[in-house]
């Protein structure tokens, strides 16, 4: 029988990427061309805007906006892979922030995959490193 594929989502506002677990004892490898670095935030206005009392008025924040694109580019790219059959189960460890605004984005399918959320920055992890960093949720 063979072992699920099982792939870890390490992200954070800035960067992203996907390391692969292929059974028990096995370790993470990293998945090549999963990787991707954030837009820096753009803000769109040149100078202070005023706002009456009243006014429908939402604050829209340049990096939150960026991160918000992030996710949605990140859970695209996971979509796109997961109709190729590329992984059978997914761990998403990310900052606080982006974990959540990762969760808006991830579609059904892709959170029925889900067996673990991880509400920690491993970004700088060492692949050696993350078995242990991850014992909890997978034998890796």
């Known amino acids: ?31 090549p ?23 429908n008025y939402k ?10 694109q992030f996710a949605r580019l990140i859970a695209g790219n996971l979509d796109r892979a997961l109709q190729k059959g590329s992984f ?17 984005h991830l579609s059904e399918n892709l959170h029925k995959l889900v067996i673990a959320e991880v509400a920690k920055d491993l970004t700088q992890t060492p692949l050696a490193s993350l078995p242990n960093k991850l014992s909890d949720v997978i034998a890796a």
């Open 59 to 68: 604050k829209t924040d340049p990096k939150d906006l960026a991160e918000e």
């Open 33 to 55: 061309t999963m990787s991707w670095d954030a837009a820096p935030p753009v803000d769109y206005a040149d100078r202070a805007g005023t706002v009456r009392p009243g006014d």
């Open 88 to 104: 059978d189960r997914l761990i998403l460890c990310a900052a606080p922030h982006m974990l959540g605004t990762l969760r808006r």
């Open 1 to 31: 029988m063979k072992a699920p594929v099982t792939w870890v989502l390490r992200a954070n506002s800035g960067v992203a990427s996907i390391v692969a677990n292929r059974g028990t004892a096995k370790g993470f490898t990293e998945v």
